[in-house]
């Protein structure tokens, strides 16, 4: 069975890619010929996904714009969050409900996606279906380019847990269903809130990335990432 629908998270401002992000949204910034957007896009149209929300807020008409001109066989929604920042988890919240009791993606354009990660994303959907839970898709912290990751999470047995020293770096990749954001009966807030439920109660699952892990955060890292022609 394969995921036909995902969000894409756009809403964020971009505070520590300054001054790259005082006229351009991050995920219309550009590596090689494409932007951070359009290859996130790609990469779940490439996978079979049909239906996808995009939340923004920062220079929003942009990011309207773009996907207004950009052709696509996927149905592509905006859900706007121009007059409030509803956080990761509030923005998916309300982004998602046209999903309805559907799983689906979520994915945060701020790495950098490829057609490497599509066997990847078929690992995770596996664990995904088998174990009936939330699912990350994770990376050791010593596949990242940034070497200043502290980790985020610990993974055993496709388990996910949170401990004093953590290895693994979230990708910027889940799967995940609506219902679980019911956890959580605020308007805005993170995922970390959804998550570390999900922690305690032993619910959170996990798959491990392979793949070297670009994550576009700083200008210093943009500029990094740029001159490796690792990409087109």
């Known amino acids: 069975m394969k995921v036909k629908h995902a969000m894409i998270l756009a809403a964020g401002l971009g ?32 996978y079979g996904v049909e239906q996808i929300v995009i939340n923004a807020h920062h220079l ?31 923005g998916v919240k309300k982004g998602s409900k046209i999903f309805a009791k559907n799983p689906f993606f979520v994915l945060n354009p701020d790495t950098l996606w490829s057609s490497k990660y599509l066997e990847e994303m078929e690992s995770l959907e596996k664990i995904y279906f088998s174990s009936k839970k939330p699912c990350l898709l994770l990376v050791n912290k010593k596949l990242s380019l940034d070497s200043s990751f502290k980790g985020d999470f610990n993974l055993k047995n496709n388990v996910v847990s949170k401990d004093v020293n953590n290895n693994f770096i979230f990708t910027g990749l889940q799967l995940i269903e609506r219902n679980y954001l019911n956890y959580i009966d605020k308007k805005i807030f993170s995922m970390n809130e959804v998550w570390n439920k999900l922690i305690n109660e032993n619910k959170l699952y996990g798959f491990e990335s392979n ?17 490796l022609n690792i990409t087109d």
């Open 15 to 46: 505070t520590r890619m300054k001054p790259l992000t005082f006229k351009t949204p991050k995920p219309l910034i550009k590596i090689g010929n494409k932007n951070l957007l359009e290859r996130s896009i790609n990469l779940l149209e490439n």
């Open 60 to 90: 929003s008409d942009q990011i309207e714009k773009f996907i207004s001109d950009f052709k696509s066989k996927v149905k592509i929604t905006i859900s706007n969050e121009k007059d409030l920042l509803l956080d990761t988890g509030g």
């Open 211 to 227: 793949l070297k892990f670009y994550h576009i955060n700083t200008e210093e890292m943009y500029k990094k990432i740029s001159n």
